[in-house]
């Protein structure tokens, strides 16, 4: 079975460009949760969305935003970015909803850096 | 705010010695989860511990769940060099699931 897919690994991008992340969960699950890990704020929760409707979302300002597709994949997107936009964001899946179904199955992230 | 924070963040420790871990969370939860990263990766899911449970063991893992106390500990027994990774806490809360900041565990061989 495979695992939490995260594309891409890796990006660079410059202040007030916008970025793309996407997320291929677990075959089968149907909750998408995304996270922004940085070294002084820890995980932070983004989002998570459920059956293609966002569940719950997280204290970030509107340039974070995101979207479920009907085969349960998702994307995150960051407009204007700014320099504290630089992290590991994290997408995990579950078979339900985060809160109820237990065990998260993270994928490898996706490591962003604003110049 | 984060809902669990980890003591001590980090510890530093002898290969074959046991590493614990404290956690501790604010509201009432159903179930408190630990999880394991290395280097920047993914986390992964090591232990969940339901809220009327006290005690749950995985081999080396042994997870205890204080709920009057709203704190847990995670006591990893006979440690290797393989389990030099961070360690995060995590509850249900706000119907997500919250992260502690973790502990930074550095097994020495």
């Known amino acids: 079975k495979a695992g939490v897919t995260q594309t891409p690994r890796y990006l660079i991008k410059t202040r007030g460009q916008q970025v793309t992340l996407s997320c291929s969960p677990i075959s089968g699950h149907r909750s998408v949760s995304w996270y922004q890990q940085t070294p002084g704020q820890g995980l932070q929760f983004l989002f998570e969305y459920f059956s293609e409707t966002q569940r719950n979302k997280g204290n970030f300002p509107g340039r974070f935003s995101g979207r479920q597709f009907s085969n349960s994949r998702s994307e995150m997107n960051v407009s204007t970015l700014e320099l504290g936009d630089s992290a590991l964001y994290l997408c995990a899946s579950s078979l339900e909803a985060s809160s109820n179904t237990g065990e998260l199955f993270f994928g490898e992230g996706s490591r962003l850096t604003v110049l | 705010s984060q809902q669990g924070e980890e003591d001590p963040q980090a510890l530093s420790i002898q290969e074959g010695e046991n590493a614990t871990m404290n956690c501790s969370y604010k509201?009432?939860?159903?179930?408190l989860q630990w999880y394991r990263q290395n280097s920047g990766r993914g986390l992964v899911h090591l232990i969940l511990i339901r809220s009327n449970e006290r005690e749950k063991h995985s081999g080396r893992l042994r997870v205890t769940l204080d709920t009057s106390k709203k704190s847990s500990s995670l006591l990893i027994t006979a440690s290797r060099a393989a389990d030099t990774a961070s360690y995060f806490c995590a509850t249900d809360w706000n119907n997500r699931l919250a992260f502690g900041k973790g502990n930074q565990v550095v097994v020495i061989p």
């Open positions: 509201t009432s939860i159903n179930n």
